[in-house]
């Protein structure tokens, strides 16, 4: 019966690597017979490179994110701007069209009116208040429609990428490249691209196909490959970070111009409110930090230039409340209507 070292001594060995193989000379033919059977130009996978390649992609993502919510936190300019000449705009005109109406009733003329007379003249008075009301609404309207279709556009925008055809035919010979090569020479390839890639997320997004197709295709030295996986990951988290860099500011602006848009409709309509207690609670209603829950900013800054940034975080929006002083004024403006 063999025994163990038996079966091991049968079994054939592998010949030695040399140090150095000479197959040729200068200005002779090589001589395929001096290379040992068995022996191989190829060696094991170094994915030492591609592992720092992969830990600097995995910075690079955790960067552009932290920037977009940096981005997010930043206030806008333009709606700043906007948010901020509401009520300096809205109130002025309220307190103007208050002292028309008192005027307009204590007019000596309307005791020679008819009952009809007095509702016709009524009528005329409360279209040309809703006129001027609706004047303001509108071109504030407007600014926050241009404001929105701003931040639909470049929400949009951000999420296309530009592949340029250099970057598809970049791409093209990347493919064609792994598609001829081992594991072993490969890897480096990857790296080298994937550093690339950092510095231009089209390229990432352009080799997404291919480096899919050579981890999924049978029969292959890449077939399943844990590296390649890994490769195929990063470009992903390229691409998708590349592109919440830009959408999430974009998202965010948009946000903040619906709140905007809320918070006008509720002004304008404390401000036809013909009941002054009712448009005072309005108007008057604070959060917890006693700030008004409508339209809380300073007043408007000067409108951005150009490129410019305000980087100060706004502070954050809290639940309504109605202060005491608030109620006890709202209190005596009924009992003096009583």
Same mark, same amino acid.
């Given at each position: 019966?063999?025994?163990? $070292? &038996?079966?091991?001594?049968?079994? *054939?060995?592998?010949?030695?690597?040399?140090?150095?193989?000479?197959?040729?000379?200068?200005?002779?033919?090589?001589?395929?017979?001096?290379?040992?059977?068995?022996?191989?130009?190829?060696?094991?996978?170094?994915?030492?490179?591609?592992?720092?390649?992969?830990?600097?992609?995995?910075?690079?993502?955790?960067?552009? +994110?932290?920037?977009?919510?940096?981005?997010?936190?930043?206030?806008? *300019? =333009?709606? =700043?701007?906007?948010?901020?000449?509401?009520?300096?705009?809205?109130?002025?005109?309220?307190?103007?069209?208050? /002292?028309?109406?008192?005027?307009?009733?204590?007019?000596? @003329?309307?005791?020679?009116?008819?009952?009809?007379?007095?509702?016709? /003249? &009524?009528?005329?008075?409360?279209?040309?208040?809703?006129?001027?009301?609706?004047?303001?609404?509108? %071109?504030?309207?407007?600014?926050?429609? /241009?404001?929105?279709?701003?931040?639909?556009?470049?929400?949009?925008?951000?999420?296309?990428?530009?592949?340029?055809?250099?970057?598809?035919?970049?791409?093209? %010979?990347?493919? /064609?490249?792994?598609?001829?090569?081992?594991?072993?020479?490969?890897?480096?390839?990857?790296?080298?691209?994937?550093?690339?890639?950092?510095?231009?997320?089209? +390229?990432?997004?352009?080799?997404?196909?291919?480096?899919?197709?050579?981890? &999924?295709?049978?029969?292959? @030295?890449?077939?399943?490959?844990?590296?390649?996986?890994?490769?195929?990951?990063?470009?992903?988290?390229?691409?998708? =970070?590349?592109?919440?860099?830009?959408?999430?500011?974009?998202?965010?602006?948009?946000?903040?111009? $619906?709140?905007?848009?809320?918070?006008?409709?509720?002004?304008?309509?404390?401000?036809?409110?013909?009941?002054?207690?009712?448009?005072?609670? #309005?108007?008057?209603?604070?959060?917890?930090?006693?700030?008004?829950? +409508?339209?809380?900013?300073?007043? #408007?800054?000067?409108?951005?230039?150009?490129?410019?940034?305000?980087?100060?975080?706004?502070?954050?929006?809290?639940?309504?409340?109605?202060?005491?002083? $608030?109620?006890?004024?709202?209190?005596?403006?009924?009992?003096?209507?009583?």
């Amino acid at each position: 019966m063999a025994t163990e $070292q &038996d079966v091991m001594s049968a079994l *054939p060995t592998a010949p030695p690597t040399p140090d150095s193989i000479h197959t040729f000379s200068w200005g002779r033919p090589g001589d395929p017979s001096k290379v040992p059977e068995g022996f191989t130009l190829a060696r094991e996978a170094d994915g030492a490179y591609l592992d720092d390649v992969l830990d600097a992609a995995r910075g690079a993502v955790t960067e552009l +994110l932290d920037a977009a919510d940096d981005a997010v936190l930043a206030p806008d *300019p =333009a709606v =700043a701007h906007l948010r901020g000449a509401v009520r300096p705009l809205v109130l002025p005109l309220i307190a103007e069209w208050d /002292a028309k109406s008192r005027a307009h009733l204590a007019d000596p @003329e309307r005791r020679w009116l008819s009952r009809d007379g007095l509702v016709n /003249a &009524d009528r005329k008075f409360a279209a040309a208040r809703e006129a001027a009301l609706a004047e303001t609404e509108a %071109k504030l309207v407007a600014q926050l429609d /241009a404001l929105e279709e701003q931040a639909s556009a470049d929400f949009a925008a951000a999420n296309v990428i530009a592949v340029e055809a250099r970057h598809d035919d970049t791409a093209l %010979k990347f493919a /064609a490249m792994l598609s001829h090569i081992t594991v072993a020479h490969g890897l480096p390839v990857i790296a080298s691209f994937i550093r690339d890639a950092l510095g231009d997320p089209a +390229l990432a997004y352009a080799a997404l196909p291919y480096l899919r197709s050579l981890f &999924d295709r049978e029969g292959t @030295e890449w077939t399943r490959n844990s590296e390649l996986l890994r490769a195929t990951r990063a470009c992903e988290k390229i691409v998708e =970070a590349s592109s919440a860099r830009r959408a999430k500011p974009a998202a965010a602006k948009r946000e903040r111009v $619906q709140r905007a848009r809320w918070e006008l409709s509720q002004v304008l309509a404390a401000a036809r409110e013909l009941d002054p207690g009712a448009r005072s609670s #309005a108007l008057g209603a604070v959060d917890s930090d006693g700030r008004f829950v +409508l339209f809380p900013d300073e007043p #408007a800054p000067p409108p951005p230039r150009p490129g410019a940034r305000n980087l100060n975080s706004p502070r954050p929006f809290r639940r309504a409340a109605v202060s005491a002083a $608030q109620r006890a004024s709202d209190k005596r403006a009924r009992a003096a209507q009583d």
